[in-house]
């Protein structure tokens, strides 16, 4: 399931799911928008995840959840707790952080 944010509740969403992975971005991001379908495979390759995409420009408070400096960021988060990030355009990249929350 992958889930686009439609206000900043970003850590209420973190704080109900067990695991959860977000794709910070933004409408301007060509990196972001090569990286949303990846993003969704990956979703529907695991569905015991929530996916979650937020805007980093409209929702300031779901930013702060993570170090967001670049775009896209990819964020993992298990029991409303920040496991790791990494800012990517790469699938094997973003795949590897997946299947690292998922192994913890």
């Known amino acids: 399931m992958v889930k686009e944010l439609d206000q900043d509740n970003l850590s209420q969403l973190i704080a109900d799911r067990k695991t959860v992975v977000v794709q910070y971005s933004a409408s301007w991001c060509g990196n972001c928008r090569i990286m949303k379908p ?6 529907s ?20 959840l993570a ?6 960021t990819f964020a993992t988060f298990k029991n409303g707790t920040f496991v790791n990030q990494t800012q990517t355009n790469k699938f094997d990249v973003l795949k590897d ?8």
């Not at 170090?67 to 896209?72: C, E, I, Q, R």
């Not at 952080?97 to 192994?103: A, D, G, I, K």
Request: proline share 5%; charged share 30%; hydrophobic share 40%.
């Open 38 to 43: 990846k993003f969704k495979k990956l979703a």
């Open 97 to 104: 952080l997946v299947n690292e929350v998922t192994n913890n």
């Open 45 to 64: 390759e695991n569905e015991d995840i929530t996916f979650i995409i937020a805007d980093a420009e409209k929702f300031p408070e779901s930013r702060t």
């Open 67 to 72: 170090t967001v400096d670049n775009l896209p």
